[in-house]
């Protein structure tokens, strides 16, 4: 079958001749007549779809919806109106309703109105089961009490770059990681230091970028006291704090050539002076370097040290921007949503629907996990504990700056990387239209018969 229908109509031959019309395009109908039947019919029928006449003989169409939602919410609603409704019909679009037809209507009008609550209902479930399936299996890990999550993404993306932190976890190796701002270079460090011997040491994290240079040596190498105006007591930097741990730095393309010199001797010797001190200090700290700037083009153009970028990138490990990785966005959803859950104090952490998930897999991360994380606390913050949904996102869509990177193939064929293109444009013909098949062929300039085969030739998921 290709899904069940529920009809519910007090005109007996109306609804007769719907079902008739609906199984013989292959679903499974059930017709009843007034609100009791249909209270009981949903728990025995379970239908994907309900048509539901607005002027019933016990109810009102738009009440029996809501009680139905509530019984069965897993239901993409129909509200059958007359004309003179159509305010009310739209009305009951705004309450849960997925569409509104208006009598007579002619049946491919209905059909076509079915078919794409059908559709939208398959994606809820195609959510809701991919949630559930890649739900993360995480892994509490106590060191110097923090507490980390470690999950399991199922993109090959992310299983590739967390196969190679763990390779590199055991080592005493330097690491750079690369990847653009907000992609979750931060998570891979600190999931390396807790993967790693140090992981019951200090783990210590640093901008490079967000310090002034002036200060910049004195908050990594520390000072004693009298060094500078100011300096009246001795301190030590972070990688003195750091002993037996980890230091991050952050945005390492940003340290002032100095400081890029003295960094390249504690790596070459694992020892340094404080500023205004004489005395060498021995300190066994690990570094990782992350950074979203193209290094050898800094190289090239003079304002990073060559010696120290070969120095720094001993294993290099590429983060990859969530455009990506979407595969991930319900688990990360999750588990950003778990964890700003704990950190406000709520009791449980709300659910978000398929329509607000099917929208977070949709939308063009261009500031990636950081982005993601900003609008589900900004999203918690309004919704509290109730579902996250929809209208409460504020995702600040703009359709006409959706942009598709293409690189050159170096393990891939031309036409490869032209199915990926196609797949691309045709999801997001079908995110602008909210799923019509029949808009996204129409933005697409191309018959609903064409969208279909290319959608079949591409092996996506209908």
Same mark, same amino acid.
């Given at each position: 079958?290709?899904?069940?229908?529920?009809?519910?109509?007090?005109?007996?031959?109306?609804?007769? !001749?719907?079902?008739?019309?609906?199984?013989?395009?292959?679903?499974?109908?059930?017709?009843?007549?007034?609100?009791?039947?249909?209270? =009981?019919?949903?728990?025995?029928?379970?239908?994907?779809?309900?048509? /539901?006449?607005?002027?019933?003989? *016990?109810? *009102?169409?738009?009440?029996?919806m809501t009680e139905l939602r509530d019984l069965h919410p897993g239901a993409r609603y129909i509200i059958i109106t007359a004309y003179e409704s159509i305010r009310t019909a739209v009305d009951a679009m705004r309450r849960g309703a997925s569409n509104y037809i208006t009598k007579p209507f002619n049946p491919d009008e209905l059909i076509l109105a079915v078919e794409d609550a059908m559709q939208r209902r398959l994606k809820d479930e195609e959510l809701s089961l991919l949630r559930n399936a890649v739900r993360p299996s995480c892994m509490r890990k106590s060191g110097q009490g923090n507490v980390v999550l470690e999950c399991n993404y199922p993109s090959r993306a992310m299983r590739s770059t967390f196969a190679q932190a763990r390779s590199v976890a055991r080592s005493e190796s330097v690491v750079l990681m690369l990847g653009e701002s907000g992609s979750g270079k931060d998570f891979i460090a600190r999931y390396i230091h807790d993967h790693s011997n140090r992981s019951e040491g200090p783990f210590f994290t640093i901008n490079c970028a967000a310090i002034a240079a002036e200060l910049a040596e004195s908050e990594l190498f520390g000072h004693e006291p009298g060094a500078f105006t100011g300096a009246q007591g001795r301190k030590r930097g972070l990688l003195e704090l750091a002993q037996d741990g980890t230091l991050v730095l952050n945005e390492i393309g940003e340290l002032p050539p100095r400081l890029q010199a003295k960094l390249l001797t504690f790596l070459d010797t694992r020892s340094f002076t404080r500023?205004?001190?004489?005395?060498?200090?021995?300190?066994? %700290?690990?570094?990782?370097?992350?950074?979203?700037?193209?290094?050898?083009? *800094? /190289?090239?153009?003079?304002?990073?040290?060559?010696?120290?970028?070969?120095?720094?990138?001993?294993?290099?490990?590429?983060?990859?921007?969530?455009? =990506?990785?979407?595969?991930?966005?319900?688990?990360?959803?999750?588990?950003?949503?778990?964890?700003?859950?704990?950190?406000? +104090?709520?009791?449980?952490?709300?659910?978000?629907?398929?329509?607000?998930? =099917?929208?977070?897999?949709?939308?063009?991360?261009?500031?990636?996990? $950081?982005?993601?994380?900003?609008?589900?606390?900004?999203?918690?913050?309004?919704? +509290?504990?109730?579902?996250?949904?929809?209208?409460?996102?504020?995702?600040?869509?703009?359709?006409?700056?959706?942009?598709?990177?293409?690189?050159?193939?170096?393990?891939?064929?031309?036409?490869?990387?032209?199915? *990926?293109?196609?797949?691309?444009?045709?999801?997001? %013909?079908?995110?602008?239209?909210?799923? !019509?098949?029949?808009?996204?062929?129409?933005?697409?300039? /191309?018959? $609903?018969?064409?969208?279909?085969?290319?959608?079949?030739?591409? %092996?996506? =998921?209908?």
């Open positions: 079958m290709a899904g069940s229908v529920l009809i519910v109509d007090d005109e007996v031959q109306l609804a007769s !001749s719907v079902e008739r019309l609906l199984r013989a395009e292959g679903y499974q109908t059930l017709g009843v007549h007034d609100g009791a039947s249909a209270r =009981q019919a949903v728990r025995d029928f379970f239908p994907d779809v309900a048509l /539901v006449d607005l002027k019933l003989p *016990d109810t *009102d169409g738009i009440v029996l500023v205004g001190g004489e005395r060498q200090i021995s300190v066994n %700290a690990r570094i990782l370097a992350a950074t979203n700037r193209p290094l050898e083009k *800094d /190289v090239k153009a003079g304002r990073f040290r060559t010696d120290l970028y070969y120095r720094l990138n001993v294993f290099a490990i590429t983060v990859p921007p969530l455009r =990506q990785r979407v595969e991930d966005i319900p688990v990360l959803s999750e588990q950003i949503l778990s964890q700003l859950s704990m950190e406000m +104090g709520l009791p449980t952490a709300p659910s978000i629907d398929p329509a607000a998930m =099917q929208a977070l897999v949709t939308h063009n991360w261009s500031g990636n996990v $950081r982005e993601l994380r900003n609008v589900i606390e900004r999203t918690l913050i309004l919704s +509290g504990t109730g579902p996250m949904r929809l209208a409460s996102l504020m995702l600040g869509e703009n359709y006409e700056d959706w942009l598709f990177p293409v690189s050159f193939p170096t393990d891939r064929s031309i036409h490869e990387v032209a199915d *990926d293109v196609k797949r691309s444009l045709i999801k997001e %013909a079908l995110r602008r239209s909210g799923g !019509s098949k029949k808009e996204a062929a129409r933005l697409l300039r /191309v018959s $609903r018969f064409a969208l279909a085969h290319q959608i079949k030739a591409l %092996a996506m =998921q209908e």
